[in-house]
């Protein structure tokens, strides 16, 4: 029976390249975040206008003073090769030229169409922040910055919940059950982050929770790079199966 994500999309992308997505990706948004960060240092540590931190600056605050062209041209580049990022990892599980799991639950069809929907509405969200932030325009960088964030952790769990499988099967592709292990331990860490950052921002820790902000999008490039390792992995054509009877020697 041919699933959901086979019907809606067919093989159409080159394969040989999608791992360029995920490193494409959080290379543009390690890069952009290093150069406001290295550029916040290099100027004393300024302290911004209506700064809502003031011990150490959010990524916001930087973006929205200086730099601004950067932090747009980043946000651009990451949500525009993240959406190919999101969109790569859940089709090479179905393509016949991949992973070829075409007869996955529905369930985890479902998921992978609510992780690529998430991941758009947060890319989209990224791009308009980062256009659209301004010192002056709280309620609508809330608002966009809700959309971004809440975005990625769909995106993040759907994901994950789909790929799960490959932890704990038995027969699993080689070398791919360890990049869901790190991408997974990624995204618990990420969550850690996320809720340790709120409760610190809101508990008057001003110093710790700008630090964890900037933990927490750090983490997220790392998270999106390991992506990488599940677009890649192939022995001739198709990724090789651990322990896979077919390819064991007729004598031992």
């Known amino acids: 029976m041919v699933g959901i994500w086979d019907r809606t999309f067919p093989d159409f992308f080159s394969i040989q390249r999608l791992w360029l997505f995920p490193l494409l990706a959080g290379s543009a948004w390690f890069l952009t975040l290093t150069i406001l960060l290295v550029r916040w240092l290099a ?12 011990c150490v600056p959010f990524i916001s605050d930087i973006a929205a003073h200086q730099f601004k062209p950067v932090f747009i041209i980043g946000c651009a580049a990451t949500g525009i090769t993240f959406i190919g990022t999101i969109f790569a990892v859940h089709h090479v599980r179905y393509s016949p030229k991949f992973y070829g799991l075409a007869d996955d639950a529905q369930w985890r069809q479902t998921m992978s169409f609510v992780a690529q929907i998430a991941g758009i509405a947060a890319a989209v969200s990224l791009i308009n922040l980062s256009i659209f932030d301004a010192d002056y325009a709280n309620v609508r960088h809330r608002r966009l910055l809700m959309g971004t964030f809440g975005g990625l952790f769909v995106s993040a769990v759907a994901t994950t919940a789909v790929w799960w499988d490959q932890v704990w099967s038995p027969m699993g592709f080689v070398g791919l059950r360890k990049w869901c292990l790190f991408n997974t331990t ?3 860490c990420q969550f850690g982050c996320g809720l340790a950052f709120v409760i610190l921002m809101y508990g008057g820790h001003f110093k710790s929770s700008g630090i964890l902000e900037w933990c927490l999008t750090y983490l997220g490039s790392f998270w999106i790079i390991s992506f990488v390792g599940y677009t890649m992995f192939r022995e001739g054509d198709r990724p090789t199966i651990e322990n896979d009877p077919e390819q064991q020697p007729l004598l031992t």
């Open 186 to 188: 990624l995204v618990a």
């Open 43 to 54: 100027i004393d540590r300024p302290q911004y206008p209506g700064q809502a931190n003031p």
